[in-house]
């Protein structure tokens, strides 16, 4: 008997533990949809010279446009156009130096659908399977000229103005070494 109810408890465990962790999973986080409501913000000092900031910046295109996909419709374009008209006329607000370093802002490309991929980790009877999916994000390359040497600077990086979707930044900061950070808002800052 005592056998019986063992073999039934693992036979349930093993039956019910996919589910539960199946289910815990999608209350939490729909599958390939880490990407959404964040920003990706890549900042460099010039190699030869560290008085330039590279700075790449990448925004899910539904954060960015407020659509999914490339745009179809003449509406979409309008809004993507927008969207361009913001990076060059805000870049300043959007990534902000010190005042001090008078930096000069000069866009050197803006992407408006360029291919990212997520990778995620799957439940699937019990274990994980691996899982990718693409999206489209824009990307917008700039650099920055300052009249001072930007190592150790502030930086103010602030989305919550004019995209308002994006609830979290994530910072790759490039130098003598790669340090990475998550600012867990729109906006706050980090330093070079």
């Given at each position: 008997m005592i056998k019986i109810c063992i073999k039934l408890i693992v036979i349930s465990t093993l039956f019910i533990s996919p589910i539960a962790t199946y289910s815990s999973y999608t209350k939490n986080q729909k599958l390939g949809t880490a990407h959404h409501n964040k920003a990706e913000v890549d900042i460099a000092i010039g190699l030869f010279n560290s008085k330039k900031v590279n700075i790449q910046i990448r925004i899910p295109a539904k954060e960015a446009y407020g659509f999914e996909g490339k745009s179809q419709t003449a509406e979409q374009d309008e809004k993507v156009r927008a969207t361009d008209n913001i990076i060059r006329e805000k870049i300043s607000q959007i990534i902000a130096f010190p005042k001090e370093a008078n930096c000069k802002y000069e866009i050197e490309e803006i992407e408006n659908f360029e291919v990212a991929s997520e990778k995620f980790d799957l439940p699937e009877r019990g274990e994980?399977?691996?899982?990718?999916?693409s999206y489209w994000i824009l990307k917008a390359d700039v650099n920055a000229y300052c009249n001072r040497v930007m190592d150790n600077q502030k930086v103010n990086i602030d989305f919550s103005k004019d995209f308002k979707e994006i609830s979290k930044i994530f910072v790759t900061l490039i130098g003598?070494?790669?340090?990475?950070?998550?600012?867990h808002k729109p906006y706050g800052e980090v330093y070079l």
């Open positions: 994980r399977k691996k899982g990718d999916v003598d070494k790669k340090r990475k950070m998550t600012i």
